[in-house]
Protein backbone atom coordinates (compact mmCIF):
# COMPACT_ATOMS: atom_id res chain seq x y z
CA UNK A 1 0.00 0.00 0.00
CA UNK A 2 2.76 2.32 0.97
CA UNK A 3 4.27 1.76 -2.33
CA UNK A 4 1.56 2.62 -4.35
CA UNK A 5 1.00 5.70 -2.40
CA UNK A 6 4.70 6.51 -3.04
CA UNK A 7 4.16 5.80 -6.79
CA UNK A 8 1.62 8.16 -7.12
CA UNK A 9 3.77 10.86 -5.41
CA UNK A 10 6.37 10.33 -7.79
CA UNK A 11 3.82 10.46 -10.82
CA UNK A 12 2.22 13.65 -8.96
CA UNK A 13 5.95 15.40 -9.46
CA UNK A 14 6.46 14.29 -12.85
CA UNK A 15 3.15 15.19 -13.85
CA UNK A 16 4.24 18.63 -12.36
CA UNK A 17 7.73 18.86 -13.97
CA UNK A 18 5.93 17.96 -17.27
CA UNK A 19 3.97 20.62 -17.37
CA UNK A 20 1.06 20.05 -16.01
CA UNK A 21 -1.13 22.38 -13.88
CA UNK A 22 -1.92 21.61 -10.20
CA UNK A 23 -5.83 21.39 -11.52
CA UNK A 24 -5.35 19.14 -14.15
CA UNK A 25 -3.07 16.74 -12.23
CA UNK A 26 -5.87 16.60 -9.32
CA UNK A 27 -8.36 15.61 -11.58
CA UNK A 28 -6.18 12.61 -12.18
CA UNK A 29 -5.27 11.30 -9.32
CA UNK A 30 -8.41 12.61 -7.24
CA UNK A 31 -6.67 14.59 -4.62
CA UNK A 32 -7.05 17.96 -3.97
CA UNK A 33 -5.07 20.79 -5.44
CA UNK A 34 -3.64 21.28 -1.47
CA UNK A 35 -1.83 17.88 -1.67
CA UNK A 36 -1.10 18.27 -4.76
CA UNK A 37 0.86 21.44 -3.47
CA UNK A 38 2.07 19.71 -0.18
CA UNK A 39 3.75 17.02 -2.61
CA UNK A 40 5.65 19.53 -4.77
CA UNK A 41 6.82 21.82 -1.56
CA UNK A 42 8.35 18.53 -0.04
CA UNK A 43 9.96 17.41 -3.52
CA UNK A 44 11.28 21.19 -4.15
CA UNK A 45 12.63 21.23 -0.32
CA UNK A 46 14.22 17.61 -0.21
CA UNK A 47 14.13 16.04 -3.27
CA UNK A 48 12.68 12.38 -4.32
CA UNK A 49 13.29 10.85 -0.90
CA UNK A 50 11.14 13.47 0.87
CA UNK A 51 7.85 12.47 -0.73
CA UNK A 52 7.70 8.58 1.35
CA UNK A 53 8.12 10.48 4.62
CA UNK A 54 4.82 12.50 4.37
CA UNK A 55 2.58 10.98 6.99
CA UNK A 56 -1.10 11.59 7.09
CA UNK A 57 -3.14 14.04 8.68
CA UNK A 58 -6.03 13.57 10.90
CA UNK A 59 -6.76 12.55 14.43
CA UNK A 60 -4.38 10.10 15.70
CA UNK A 61 -5.54 5.92 16.21
CA UNK A 62 -7.67 5.98 19.72
CA UNK A 63 -6.88 1.92 19.32
CA UNK A 64 -3.27 0.90 19.36
CA UNK A 65 -2.06 -1.80 17.51
CA UNK A 66 -2.62 -4.48 20.18
CA UNK A 67 -5.92 -3.34 19.88
CA UNK A 68 -6.86 -3.10 16.56
CA UNK A 69 -5.70 -6.60 15.74
CA UNK A 70 -7.74 -8.88 17.69
CA UNK A 71 -11.00 -6.67 16.44
CA UNK A 72 -10.42 -7.21 12.52
CA UNK A 73 -9.62 -11.37 13.09
CA UNK A 74 -12.56 -11.34 15.25
CA UNK A 75 -14.71 -9.86 12.71
CA UNK A 76 -13.77 -11.51 9.99
CA UNK A 77 -14.71 -14.94 11.81
CA UNK A 78 -12.64 -18.22 12.51
CA UNK A 79 -10.13 -19.37 10.02
CA UNK A 80 -11.19 -22.90 8.52
CA UNK A 81 -9.13 -25.29 9.17
CA UNK A 82 -8.42 -26.45 4.84
CA UNK A 83 -7.58 -22.55 4.93
CA UNK A 84 -10.68 -22.00 2.61
Known amino acids: RENV ?3 ERYQV ?3 VVQGH ?3 TIS ?24 LAMIRPT ?3 RRLTEA ?3 PRIFH ?5 PENGR
Request: net charge positive; glycine share 10%; no cysteine.
Open 5 to 7: RLH
Open 13 to 15: VNM
Open 21 to 23: SYQ
Open 27 to 50: QMVKRSMTTIGRYVEAYRQEGLSS
Open 58 to 60: GQP
Open 67 to 69: QVF
Open 75 to 79: ASGPI
